[in-house]
């Protein structure tokens, strides 16, 4: 069965920093690759979406990118905040099928 | 104006009662999902509806049944709670499956004592 994985479970990092989360995943070949936020008593709220065929995309301070030789996508916050700090989560997307979700990496910005 | 609507917010009960939870969205989303996320923060799917049908249904005992009267609403009913029930339910909508952003509602934690 597929399996996803995020390796850090909880991630610290210096306000103004640059903060990045990996995702990888076995057993699947996604169509897309998805990255929400979720914050404690909250629902989880997208981000950003990539395609197999794209190496990288953008939206404002996050950077995404999607490596399916490798299998991993890599979750880039530059000039971090304290605002920034959540649990971020990876979800495999196969164009057909419901978001399998990785179990999120905890990132805290510390001022 | 709340895209994806879930209530109740808490629910606690006990053991062996029967309780249900309601979502409504009023995005216009074909597709709709409920999500169930244990005391490790891991988010599994339980059910997806498409149009009003059931289109998946992993592997979830058969106290859980769902039901999708229209498409803006899709609700849990639970029957017979057992302790390893408790967790925090979302429930979630996208435009179709795959491709597509989905929006979660803000979840029900559910506690059976």
């Known amino acids: 069965s597929q399996k996803i994985e995020q390796n850090s479970e909880a991630l610290n990092i210096q306000e103004g920093k640059t903060a990045t989360l990996t995702c990888n995943y076995t057993n699947y070949s996604p169509a897309y690759l998805q990255w929400y936020r979720q914050d404690p008593g909250r629902g989880p709220v997208f981000l950003l979406l990539?395609?197999?065929?794209?190496k990288e995309k953008r939206k404002e301070r996050l950077k995404v990118t999607f490596d399916t030789t490798l299998k991993q996508s890599l979750f880039h916050i530059t000039a971090s905040q304290p605002a920034d700090s959540a649990t971020y989560l990876c979800?495999?997307?196969?164009?057909?099928?419901?978001?399998?979700f990785g179990k999120g990496t905890r990132l805290s910005v510390i001022a | 104006d709340t895209a994806v609507s879930q209530t109740p917010k808490y629910l606690v009960t006990q053991m062996g009662n029967d309780k249900s939870i309601k979502c409504e969205q009023n995005?216009?989303?074909?597709?709709m999902y409920w999500y169930k996320q244990d005391s490790k923060k891991f988010l599994k799917i339980m059910f997806s509806?498409?149009?009003?049908?059931?289109?998946i249904n992993e592997t979830v005992p058969n106290r859980f049944s769902p039901k999708s009267p229209d498409k803006a609403h899709l609700n849990l009913h639970i029957n017979s709670l057992e302790l390893g029930d408790s967790a925090v339910y979302f429930c979630?909508?996208?435009?179709?499956?795959?491709?597509?952003?989905?929006?979660f509602g803000q979840g029900t934690r559910l506690t059976v004592v």
């Open positions: 979800a495999l997307d196969g164009g057909n099928t419901p978001l399998v």
């Open positions: 979630a909508s996208s435009l179709g499956i795959g491709g597509t952003e989905a929006f």
């Open positions: 990539i395609r197999e065929n794209e």
């Open positions: 995005l216009g989303h074909d597709t």
């Open positions: 509806y498409n149009n009003k049908e059931l289109i």
